[in-house]
């Protein structure tokens, strides 16, 4: 009994890892090209045999021909070598037929997976620091150790010479650090006193003062990407619409991704490869067009992409240079705000994502190009 428990525990163990594996295999869109390479190349190798069959019979037919004395056999061999030429031509219908259904079908597994991780950034997005945030780390006003200094230059500051700041100037990092200072001054506090406060807040006034225009940089640079995130989002959602709509597929992709209506695009685009088999010369090529545009479009998005995330990763490289270039880091660092220290992390977990997670897709160059387009010598 114990060892059928042992047996059933490792079946689901492996169960589940394969279906762990079969899920990171299919988020990765390098994986979607190589299969289409694959089963492109298995495709045109199955029917790169039945044109050497014909080739073969219409070589022999050639030799045949120029053998041949009686009319009435010329007559029969030209025939047949018109019977085979029809089947060649046939032929090249349904090789180019089967790989087109083989590179619109994977090409839409890419637009998923793109999807997917471009609401991914979204979300990435979503959650990184918004400028209240940045606002906490960079005003030494937010600090309870500047508070306070405040408060007991406030209490010992010379009525005459000292002065008081508006509500709105009071909020502004800069003059109210001149303003301490110059009321820390001509307050009554002996010197000990005075260096004792100052000691007690020199971390913090040095970090705020000299990071307060990097940390704003990380801020709205991230803002940037994250209103270049949502124009990427948009233009893959016009693209789905270019790819399904020669086959009569009407939905958003949104729509689409919500309903788990991926069978349906599958389904038309059967239907219209079915209708595209009956139709002849210019009404034939058109549909042939139709069904390659989307796939060109598609290349253009993944440049796109791959633009967007190779700009993401360096920006990001950026802001880790920026934060790891406080100077005073090491003597301050039990002074130093958890903020300060939890944004360094975010960062290193988003460079994380930006190579790894979000990496670009590997389909520059001519090669790759033609692997989306296609490959059939007999075209």
């Known amino acids: 009994m114990n060892i059928l428990k042992q047996l059933l525990l490792l079946l689901f163990l492996v169960t589940s890892y394969k279906g762990v594996a079969k899920n990171r295999l299919g988020s990765d869109p390098n994986r979607i090209i190589h299969e289409m390479l694959f089963e492109i190349q298995n495709i045109q190798k199955e029917y790169d045999v039945k044109y050497m069959v014909l080739y073969s019979q219409l070589k022999a037919i050639n030799d045949n021909l120029t053998t041949a004395v009686l009319l009435e056999k010329k007559v029969d061999l030209l025939l047949k070598k018109d019977a085979i030429a029809g089947e060649i031509k046939s032929l090249q219908k349904e090789n180019t037929n089967e790989i087109s259904k083989v590179r619109y079908l994977k090409g839409l597994q890419i637009i998923k997976i793109l999807y997917e991780k471009v609401l991914s950034l979204d979300h990435h997005f979503a959650s990184v620091r918004t400028l209240s945030e940045i606002n906490k780390i960079s005003n030494p006003n937010q600090y309870p150790e500047y ?72 801020y709205f640079e991230t803002a940037f990407l994250q209103t270049s995130n949502e124009k990427i989002k948009q233009e893959i959602e016009v693209l789905f619409k270019d790819y399904t709509k020669p086959i009569g597929y009407t939905a958003s992709l949104e729509t689409c991704r919500t309903n788990d209506d991926w069978e349906t695009i599958t389904q038309k685009m059967e239907e219209y490869l079915v209708k595209m088999k009956t139709k002849t010369g210019v009404p034939q090529y058109k549909m042939q067009v139709n069904m390659e545009f989307p796939i060109d479009r598609l290349l253009q998005f993944i440049t796109q992409y791959n633009n967007f995330i190779d700009q993401g990763g360096k920006f990001y490289e950026k802001f880790k240079i920026i934060l790891n270039s406080y100077e005073n880091q090491k003597q301050c660092e039990t002074k130093l705000p958890l903020e300060y220290k939890k944004l360094k992390s975010d960062i290193d977990v988003a460079i994380n994502k930006f190579n790894i997670a979000y990496k670009p897709v590997e389909v520059n160059g001519t090669k790759m190009k033609e692997i989306l387009y296609g490959l059939n010598e007999f075209d």
């Open 147 to 218: 508070g306070r200094l405040k408060e007991v230059v406030a209490a010992k500051k010379d009525k005459k010479a000292g002065y008081d700041l508006t509500a709105i100037l009071g909020t502004n990092p800069i003059i109210s650090i001149v303003q301490t200072f110059s009321n820390l001054l001509v307050s009554s506090l002996s010197k000990d006193d005075k260096d004792k406060e100052l000691a007690s807040v020199e971390c913090i006034l040095d970090f705020t003062l000299r990071m307060q225009n990097d940390l704003n940089t990380i």
